[in-house]
């Protein structure tokens, strides 16, 4: 009798412990699902994150002024070069002949000049003679000392002195508008010669080579890309997420290449167009088919910690977190 009363105490208990348990662990899931439903609120009120983000970073293209063989390369892929240094030489010597034509050409208009400006003073005196022949035969005249004959017979002569002096001024003129139209070939001989030359316009790392030594070369032909290790983030934020943000703000930045880790940066700029507008062909919303999609704006974002032992570079993808409260 005592054995069936314990029994029935001992199932009362484990009833009671049951009906506690049906109700206490919906009860404790619905408070962690409500704790993390307010964690995750405050954290979308303090912080803004996309994963719609890249590295970017100072990027030229070098391309030639002037076409023809590449006679000497001194760079490789991913070589490491300083502003200045001679990255590329093309054969030079249709440019040095093209140089020294022209120079010779400028040599002998300039010696025709010379000729011009000594006929111009020769018809100059010439001029004054006549114009002193004519005044006084004009004044013989007047008075009856002289002949009509020999008035209008310096006329002509003062005529044809005038005509003389003009045309070898314009002849002058002429001339001198030849020797500085040359000076400025001359000068852009010198310049093109010079563009058989490419020197490195900034320090970086060379990329995208696609010229070898004898390959002849077009101008404006891309050659190959130089690429700082001054590098940022541009991160392309919701229009719904930048109504806080603003220049300043600290952020942490993933990078999917170096996992968990996180380092730290800080908002920069804000694009003053969605990315968009700023598009090549911009979107035309007053068409008749609109729909209203919500808009990327781009948001520049510095490294604010030391990276240089990191292999960060354009293109990477990057998740950052701005907080904006």
Do not use: C
Not at 157 to 176: G, H, M, P, R, V
Request: charged letters at 25%; aromatic letters at 6%; zero cysteines.
């Amino acid at each position: 009798m005592e054995q069936k009363i314990a029994e029935a105490i001992n199932e009362e208990d484990k009833r009671h412990i049951y009906e506690k348990k049906r109700i206490l662990v919906p009860a404790i899931t619905v408070v962690l699902i409500l704790v993390l439903g307010i964690i995750i609120s405050i954290n979308s009120i303090f912080y803004k994150s996309t994963d719609d983000a890249f590295v970017e970073g100072h990027i030229i293209m070098i391309a030639p002024r002037v076409a023809g063989p590449v006679i000497k390369l001194n760079v490789e892929d991913n070589q490491l070069v300083k502003k200045g240094d001679l990255l590329l030489e093309i054969d030079p010597k249709d440019y040095e002949a093209k140089l020294k034509q022209t120079q010779a050409k400028l040599e002998e208009t300039k010696a025709s000049l010379v000729s011009a400006d000594n006929e111009v003073v020769k018809t100059l005196s010439e001029l004054e003679f006549a114009q002193n022949e004519y005044d006084r035969y004009s004044k013989m005249h007047s008075k009856g000392i002289a002949s009509t004959q020999e008035y209008e017979a310096s006329q002509t002569k003062l005529t044809q002195a005038q005509t003389n002096n003009n045309s070898a001024k314009a002849k002058y003129d002429e001339i001198t508008a030849a020797v500085k139209k040359l000076e400025a070939e001359v000068e852009l001989d010198e310049l093109n010669l010079s563009y058989t030359k490419i020197y490195a316009p900034q320090d970086g790392k060379v990329t995208h080579k696609t010229v070898e030594e004898g390959n002849y070369i077009q101008t404006a032909q891309p050659l190959f890309a130089i690429a700082k290790d001054d590098v940022w983030v541009v991160a392309n934020f919701k229009e719904t997420q930048i109504a806080n943000m603003k220049k300043g703000q600290k952020v942490k930045i993933k990078i999917d290449a170096y996992g968990n880790k996180k380092f730290n940066g800080v908002v920069d700029s804000l694009q003053m167009a969605s990315g968009a507008k700023a598009s090549l062909f911009p979107p035309e919303n007053a068409v008749g088919s609109y729909v209203k999609i919500v808009q990327r704006i781009p948001v520049k974002i510095l490294f604010t910690d030391d990276i240089s032992d990191y292999n960060i570079i354009p293109g990477m993808s990057v998740v950052p977190t701005v907080k904006v409260k």
